[in-house]
């Protein structure tokens, strides 16, 4: 079992996608067990940003960061999620520096949508299977050849790295991580809590996209 609490970070920057790091934030806030009688949280979440001031979501929901890239505690994961921002921050020195400075034996690293192309950028993926958005897979495949990109799964665990498919498969992700930290009883009970559908077996199938 995991130490606890375990220090979570969730990457956030102008026009991040909303459920992108507001699903795996709950996940992580929600998960909690009663020891003596008394309620023990089992993450401590930190939102963390290039800079302090207010980032601005797409749509247009204002939300202040804990920390800067420079400045936070130690990390033993981080989720980057995606969005539209994730572009501009895949040419971003400081940022793709400091994703590529974690050593993945000590923070686990996890990618939401296309949270995945700034892992990328970083080199984090190289040589891993990884997923992205589903209208991202083939971006994904031609800009990063060393990536091995996954177009069936929905969550892929890859050693110490993790990406998800799009928006709400990042609550399956970070169910996931619960799973691996603390077991099969603690992620259903967080998942129940939350009244959320979550199956552990079958965490790996992408769900069909339907045509026509």
């Not at 990457?11 to 790091?21: A, K, P, R, T």
């Not at 920390?67 to 040419?91: A, E, F, K, N, Q």
């Not at 990618?111 to 993926?125: D, E, K, M």
């Not at 040589?127 to 958005?133: R, S």
């Amino acid at each position: 079992m995991a130490p606890h609490p375990i220090s979570a970070g969730i990457f956030i920057f102008n026009d991040v996608e909303v459920l992108d790091f507001t699903g795996p934030f709950e996940v992580f806030s929600t998960t909690r067990r009663e020891t003596d009688g008394e309620e023990q949280y089992l993450y401590h979440v930190h939102l963390v940003a290039r800079a302090l001031e207010p980032i601005t979501t797409r749509g247009g929901m204002e939300v202040k960061p804990h920390y800067t890239i420079s400045s936070h505690p130690d990390l033993d994961c981080l989720i980057v999620p995606g969005g539209y921002g994730t572009r501009p921050l895949m040419h971003d020195e400081d940022v793709i520096n400091w994703l590529r400075s974690f050593d993945t034996e000590k923070t686990r690293l996890a990618s939401v949508c296309t949270g995945s192309l700034l892992l990328a950028s970083a080199g984090q993926l190289d040589g891993k299977n990884a997923t992205t958005h589903w209208t991202v897979l083939d971006m994904m495949e031609e800009t990063f050849p060393e990536v091995k990109v996954d177009r069936e799964r929905h969550v892929i665990i890859d050693e110490d790295v993790f990406t998800s498919a799009g928006i709400s498969a990042g609550i399956d992700l970070a169910l996931q991580m619960v799973r691996l930290d603390f077991g099969d009883d603690q992620a259903e009970w967080t998942a129940r809590h939350m009244e959320y559908a979550f199956d552990s077996e079958a965490f790996q199938r992408r769900l069909e996209i339907p045509s026509g």
